[in-house]
């Protein structure tokens, strides 16, 4: 399970980004793991109460969004969730895509008391 040494990286830049802006607690930290990323959010939110505490985050309020596998369909040029449509183009039937987005694991937001 990677999820645990991507939360305490997450802990780390978080309080960085903290202290650089003179914050003394966070309320929440906002995350997006794309639809198609090999970070499972469920793993993410288990781990997060450990990762957090004894830090600025303990306590912490953890949001995390998934967006959409949004690809273009190669043939025909539609765009579409790719998992939604279970990698099948809803307009031509193509099965080829080019992503634009899904993979993501990033911090999205941190929310200062």
């Not at 003179?22 to 794309?34: C, D, M, P």
């Not at 993410?44 to 998934?66: D, M, S, Y």
Request: proline residues 5%; charged residues 25%.
């Amino acid at each position: 399970m990677h999820e645990l040494g991507l939360v305490v990286e997450v802990v780390r830049i978080v309080e960085d980004v903290a202290r650089e802006q003179g914050l003394t607690k966070i309320e929440a930290v906002v995350l997006r793991i794309g639809a198609l990323s090999p970070v499972v959010p469920h793993y993410v939110e288990k781990c997060f109460p450990a990762a957090t505490h004894g830090t600025l985050l303990e306590g912490a309020r953890l949001e995390i969004e998934v967006p959409p596998a949004n690809g273009r369909c190669r043939a025909c040029g539609a765009v579409a969730d790719v998992v939604a449509n279970r990698r099948t183009c809803p307009d031509c039937g193509g099965k080829e895509w080019e992503l634009h987005g899904g993979r993501e694991f990033s911090i999205h937001r941190i929310v200062a008391c």
